[in-house]
């Protein structure tokens, strides 16, 4: 559940890009969220995940069940997992986005910033910016969008063609 869910109540459409990313890490690592892991450090899937991703060992994190994998294609799940459960809300990438990047060979995905990690006691550790609200551009103008559709392109696209930026009406 995305922190800005669990604390105020705040639904958008990065509420449902953070539970994907969730399910991405839980998905590579073989694990839920939060596991009766005698580790503590464990215990937390997202914590777990955002150390390992610093430390530079995310691969650690791959289910050891898996006998036979890419270890390119976990290393990218891992970190599209990682974007899509940050902590601030505009930082995480819309599901077109998301899409765009899961199904093309030469897109690099930018660094994530650290997950809204719920904690052993069920507190959650965020920033103020998770709680920014993500719609409030849409009710700007149509320069507006236009800026954000081209540092779209620009922030996730080789080149100007390759991203489409489709308002959705909301």
Known sequence: MAPEYALHGYLSVKTDVFSFGVL???IVSGRKNHDRQPDE?????????WKLYQQGKALELVDPNLSKYSRDEAAMCIQLGLLCCQSSVPDRPEMNSV???LSSDSFN????GKPGIQGRRGRWTTTSTA???TNASSSGTGANKASASSSLVEEYSRNSISVSFIDEGR
Request: charged share 25%.
């Open 24 to 26: 991405v890490l839980e």
């Open 109 to 112: 995905l930018p660094r994530p």
């Open 99 to 101: 899409n765009l990047m």
């Open 131 to 133: 709680l920014t609200n």
């Open 41 to 49: 450090e464990k215990a937390d899937l997202l914590s777990y995940t």
